[in-house]
Antibody
Framework: EVNLLESGGGLVQPGGSLRLSCAAS????????MHWVRQAPGKGLEWVSVIAASDNGARYADSVKGRFTISRDNSQNTIYLQMNSLRDQDTAIYYC??????????????WGQGTLVTVSS | EIVLTQSPATLSLSPGERATLSCRAS??????LAWYQQKPGQAPRLLIY???NRATGIPARFSGSGSGTDFTLTISSLEPEDFAVYYC?????????FGGGTKVEIK
């Protein structure tokens, strides 16, 4: 059974940093791309970032480019999202999602339950 | 970036009725469109990928169609558990983008 568990969310001041983690199990982690997708309170879904299966190639939404960094540790079956220079508008539930395949743009077929990030002074 | 416009914003239907949801792209996304379902307090669930392929475990009452700029998600006969918000997502062009969602509510 595929399981994704996000952690690391919390309250942070504007301009601050936070690192999210997503621990995966139940599938061959190193052969699938992984995404981060966020959802502001009461709003729709926004794709944030994706990391390739094995070469650490990554893509980002324009809204986070230069501030967020996605990474993965295939030995720990975990992905990370380092978030710097946080803004009020980064407040959201952050979900990690397993890609359907090793194609970077493949949709998320399994999702974690999310971790809430609140940026506020 | 590609903008996806979903309509209607809200669809009020009764169990057993047919639901037809629309997603229109600002430019062609070929067949690279997915549909997700999200219930309150839950993560999204992949229903359809590449316009018409049902994801693993998705009931046959869910079907997707379309290509280019116009796509449709059809639920042939609504079950009580189908009342939720539905999102489309394109994967043709970076950045990946989602539509604003259609809420299917009980009439």
């Amino acid at each position: 059974e595929v399981n994704l568990l996000e952690s690391g969310g919390g309250l942070v001041q504007p301009g601050g940093s936070l690192r999210l983690s997503c621990a995966a199990s139940g599938f061959t982690f190193s052969t699938y791309v992984m995404h981060w997708v966020r959802q502001a309170p009461g709003k729709g879904l926004e794709w944030v970032s994706v990391i390739a299966a094995s070469d650490n190639g990554a893509r980002y939404a324009d809204s986070v480019k230069g501030r967020f960094t996605i990474s993965r540790d295939n030995s720990q079956n975990t992905i990370y999202l380092q978030m710097n220079s946080l803004r009020d508008q980064d407040t959201a539930i952050y979900y990690c999602a397993k890609g359907l395949s090793n194609v970077p743009s493949s949709p998320g077929d399994y999702w974690g339950q999310g971790t809430l990030v609140t940026v506020s002074s | 970036e590609i903008v996806l416009t979903q309509s209607p914003a809200t669809l009020s239907l009764s169990p057993g009725e047919r639901a037809t949801l629309s997603c229109r792209a600002s430019q062609s996304v070929r067949s690279y469109l997915a549909w997700y379902q999200q219930k309150p307090g839950q993560a999204p669930r992949l229903l359809i990928y590449d316009a018409s392929n049902r994801a693993t475990g998705i009931p046959a009452r869910f079907s997707g169609s379309g290509s280019g700029t116009d796509f449709t998600l059809t639920i042939s006969s609504l079950e009580p558990e189908d009342f939720a918000v539905y999102y489309c997502q394109q994967r043709d062009t970076w950045p990946l983008t989602f539509g604003g969602g259609t809420k299917v509510e009980i009439k």
